[in-house]
């Protein structure tokens, strides 16, 4: 089972420069969020969609970018990396906002910007 | 404005010395608390959902209980294999139903 996958696990990028975090799920779900933690810090909600082509801001969305063409896939865009926007990124995946459907999360991207 | 806090930041525990981590929570409308377990390098795992002051829940050497304003997290003769970090999350109308997160205990089982 393959769950939630991300791509890249690790980048560093340089100030300025773009990229995109990839994140795909099989599980069919509708609900997809991209989750940014910093140490010591809870994750904190970037953005997430309820379905495709339907997407909406977290709690700190500024300097982030996001799509959703299909079911599956719900790429991260980072415009011009700043060093604050160095963190660990989680994508993950719910089949509802309902209580009882569980969050599974993928394994993470480590971004650094210098 | 939702928040979770989580204390301890870490703790050290002798394998079998048991303890509880605890999250105290100020929401409106809690719909659910959650518990994940997060290893190094990996996104955290789903371990319990608890919906109602008084409710409890076990998953082998971990118990979850919740009360009105706070969850414990207990862990009863500790292994080194339960090293990892406890994050607790609720579920809040208010917040849109979508997840807020604790900062986390960081526990380290020593053998």
């Known amino acids: 089972n393959a769950g939630v996958t991300q791509t890249p696990k690790f980048r560093i990028l340089k100030i300025g420069q773009s990229m995109t975090l990839q994140c795909a799920q099989d599980m069919n779900h509708n609900y997809m969020y991209w989750y940014r933690q910093d140490p010591g810090m809870g994750l904190k909600l970037i953005y997430y969609?309820?379905?495709?082509?339907?997407?909406d801001k977290g709690e700190v969305p500024n300097g982030y970018n996001v799509s959703r063409s299909t079911t599956e896939d719900f790429p991260l865009r980072l415009e011009l990396a700043a060093p604050s926007q160095t963190s660990v990124y989680f994508c993950a995946s719910s089949y509802s906002l309902r209580v009882r459907d569980t969050i599974y999360f993928g394994e993470g991207s480590w971004l650094t910007v210098v | 404005e939702d928040q979770v806090t989580q204390s301890p930041e870490a703790l050290r525990l002798q394998e079998g010395e048991s303890s509880s981590l605890n999250c105290s929570y100020t929401?409106?409308?809690?719909?659910?608390l959650f518990w994940y377990r997060q290893d190094p390098g990996k996104g955290p795992e789903f371990l319990f959902t608890?919906?109602?002051a008084g409710e409890e829940k076990e998953k082998e050497r971990l118990k979850a209980t919740l009360t009105k304003k706070e969850s414990f997290l207990h862990i009863t003769a500790p292994k080194p294999e339960d090293s990892a970090t406890y994050l607790c999350a609720v579920h809040a109308k208010a917040a849109g139903n979508k997840l807020t997160f604790g900062g986390g205990t960081r526990v380290l089982v020593k053998p």
């Open positions: 969609s309820v379905g495709a082509g339907i997407t």
């Open positions: 929401v409106s409308g809690l719909r659910g």
């Open positions: 608890l919906y109602s």
